[in-house]
């Protein structure tokens, strides 16, 4: 397995290797009070480290069938976790809220001779579909707001209304949910634990084929320090009884055969279907009345239940 998953040489992805992620450029944090304007500041943007994506990656690289496997990142960054892609057997997709490293991604993947499409979008501006694998490293706790979010189990109400407020991590795996048959990703470690026990939909639970704890000095040299989770989503699973729960000790050993239940057809082309929502001018554009009757249908028109 391991030799199977470094068989494609990766030159090609050195240019991207160079870029470093906003989370490790941030001024360390004096105490927690300043953590929500770090956050802002540096976008929840933490790079997989290679060891890890390398872990993550191994779940589904002996995957090989007579098409290209389509592959979704909804928070790509410098493409880390799809570095051990080939271009003769995967297409790739991605997309992240920062410009610089999505151009640079979409120029290295199409100059490898990759099927590939990178956007610049956060994941609340996407409704993915038809894909085989998602590979994830969510910026976590990043507060989403849009009416553009999917109306999946853990988005709730928000500023433009019902299902329009979400956490990103969250909402990423979620997504990733509906949109993909096999999702490998990586998250809070309590987030983790609360996927797989069902805390966050019974749907996660019956899906869940794994949760591996990675070493708490996983994102040393990101500067993070976080208690980490990858957690495996199967398409289904026979027996959940069967769901695997270990602590990583060695990043360089693969992760275990799950017997994941990929698929080999493709029912159409995938999609990230991009939706971007327009702040730049009012959604009100009449001239004010004084008359008081009015102010609640028009709002209503507005968030769409009228």
């Not at 991604?105 to 894909?131: L, N, S, T």
């Not at 189990?153 to 096999?182: F, K, P």
């Not at 270990?246 to 279907?273: C, I, K, M, T, W």
């Amino acid at each position: 397995m391991q030799r199977d998953l470094f068989s494609f040489e990766r030159d090609w992805y050195e240019p991207l290797r160079a870029i470093r992620s906003l989370g490790s450029q941030a001024p360390s944090i004096a105490h927690q009070g300043e953590l929500a304007a770090a956050r802002r500041q540096h976008l929840g943007q933490f790079f997989t480290p290679d060891a890890i994506a390398a872990f993550m990656w191994s779940f589904v690289s002996g995957w090989r069938i007579d098409r290209r496997i389509r592959i979704l990142d909804n928070s790509v960054g410098s493409g880390r976790l799809l570095q051990y892609a080939d271009p003769e057997r995967h297409a790739v997709y991605g997309i992240d809220v920062h410009a610089e490293v999505i151009e640079q991604c979409q120029k290295v993947f199409e100059e490898a001779g990759f099927h590939c499409e990178f956007r610049r979008a956060g994941m609340e501006e996407i409704h993915p579909a038809r894909f085989d694998i998602a590979l994830l490293n969510p910026p976590f706790s990043i507060h989403l707001e849009s009416p553009h979010l999917q109306p999946l189990a853990c988005t709730t109400w928000g500023r433009y209304g019902a299902y329009t407020s979400a956490l990103s991590h969250d909402y990423a795996v979620h997504q990733a949910l509906e949109a993909a048959n096999i999702v490998v990703a990586l998250l809070p470690l309590t987030t983790a634990e609360a996927m797989a026990a069902g805390e966050q939909g019974d749907s996660l639970k019956r899906r869940a084929a794994g949760l591996f704890e990675l070493p708490g000095d996983a994102f040393k040299l990101e500067g993070a320090n976080v208690r980490t989770a990858v957690v495996v989503f199967d398409r289904y699973r026979d027996r959940p009884s069967d769901f695997v729960r270990a602590v990583v000790q060695d990043l360089a050993e693969p992760g275990p055969n799950l017997g994941l239940h990929f698929e080999e057809r493709s029912y159409g082309e995938a999609r990230l279907r991009l939706q971007k929502l327009d702040d730049s001018v009012p959604f009100i554009t009449r001239a004010v009345t004084g008359r008081r009757q009015l102010a609640w249908p028009v709002v209503d028109v507005c968030f769409g239940r009228w």
